[in-house]
């Protein structure tokens, strides 16, 4: 087997894909069929570090958008998430958990509210625009269902807002957690977001016209010199340990918002109909089956995690870690995983039979790690 891609134009390449093979992309994952840069020359450690102390340039434009507008645009998107939208207000982002009629999850988004009849879904690795064209089409909805030409590019790391307010001023300190702006860049005006996939803090500049993404890039580049900014990517450590979840890792349509912590962003009080709700309130009236919990164990480094790894108590299967990593500032082992309700205590301990056919043994942590 073969770490390496043949690309083709089904892969798409992104506003940013010639900046990041300049900047020596080491490789490729590919998410909703667009190139996603998974490493470059340091090693996943040194990236850890330098993100949690510096700052970072990531190609993140695989984070698709899905624009919906029109004057049904908002019941729309409440058709397809049971969390309560209509508190939105211009400039909010909003993290959506999106199901099907079973409550299973089709995605977890971020919504950014446009205007009063248009929005974005910042996708995740599923096909939400046909999801939200044939629940229009069905409902007879006057909505318009697209993807914009819209390049997302992250900023991320303690010293991300340092740098952004020295290109686009002072005004974007003010722009709160979850919230966007706009700034001018070479005549426009794009789209910037305090967010990001890291817990380190930082920036996502939804680029409006990819023909502007190596100016953008190299602008940002230039200006980040002082503030030694690296090529980057979501780093695997920082997310395990932050309890960032991955829609096709984590979880997917065999789970709900329930199992995967998301339960404070469902609507479960018949205020707010969506498809799937009686699905939901079945399940919460019972309680979930599982749900997600950090893994913490010891042992030596251990390898990829590219296959499920069964957590035992004694000879009871209890769960599967689905993501895992040695964590260097820990010093241990770190891993995600969907934990059976009965075993769900912090410091249960575990058993964890690894892809190199090892036994670690580790216990049950709340997330994200301390």
């Known amino acids: 087997m073969t770490d390496g891609l043949n690309m083709s134009r089904r892969l798409r390449r992104t506003a940013y ?14 998410v909703n069929h667009m190139l996603l840069p998974k490493g470059f020359q340091k090693t996943v450690e040194e990236d850890y570090w330098h ?37 939105a207000t211009i400039g909010d982002c909003y993290y959506l958990p999106i199901i099907d009629e079973n409550a299973g999850m089709i995605n977890d988004p971020v919504m950014l509210k446009i205007g009063e009849d248009k929005f974005w879904l910042s996708v995740a690795d599923s096909d939400v625009l046909l999801y939200a ?23 991320q790391g303690p010293k991300a807002e340092q740098l952004i307010a020295k290109i686009f001023g002072e005004q974007i300190k003010h722009i709160s957690f979850f919230k966007f702006g706009w700034i001018e860049f070479k005549g426009t005006q794009q789209l910037i977001a305090r967010s990001g996939y890291s ?11 990819s023909k502007l993404g190596s100016d953008l890039w190299d602008t940002i580049w230039e200006a980040g010199i002082e503030f030694k900014i690296s090529p980057g990517c979501p780093n695997l450590i920082e997310r395990i340990e932050g309890g960032l979840l991955s829609y096709g890792n ?27 709700r009686a699905a939901l309130e079945k399940i919460a009236s019972k309680g979930a089956t599982k749900e997600i919990r950090g893994i913490i164990f010891g042992g030596d480094k251990c390898p990829t995690c590219s296959l499920p790894w069964s957590v035992m108590v004694e000879n009871k299967k209890i769960g599967e870690i689905t993501s895992a990593i040695w ?29 190199d056919n090892k036994i670690r043994s580790g216990e049950i942590s709340c997330l994200p790690f301390s």
């Open 250 to 276: 984590e979880f997917t349509r065999e789970n709900n918002p329930l199992e995967i912590g998301l339960g404070k962003f469902c609507s479960l009080d018949g205020s707010v109909d969506y498809l799937g």
């Open 133 to 155: 064209k044939g629940i229009a089409l069905g409902s007879k909805m006057d909505v318009t269902v697209s993807e914009p030409d819209v390049s997302p590019l992250a900023i």
């Open 199 to 209: 817990r380190q803090g930082g920036f996502e500049i939804y680029l409006q016209n």
């Open 327 to 355: 964590s260097p500032r820990l010093k241990k082992n770190v891993g995600l995983s969907l934990i059976d309700q009965k075993y769900l205590s912090a410091q249960q301990p575990v058993e964890v039979h690894c892809q």
């Open 51 to 87: 993100l949690r102390k510096h700052v970072q340039i990531w190609d993140v434009s695989c984070q698709r958008q899905v624009e919906i507008s029109g004057p049904d645009a908002e019941n729309l998107i409440q058709l397809m998430t049971p969390r309560n939208i209509t508190t």
């Open 17 to 30: 894909t010639k900046n990041v093979e300049a900047a020596g992309v080491s490789g490729y994952s590919i």
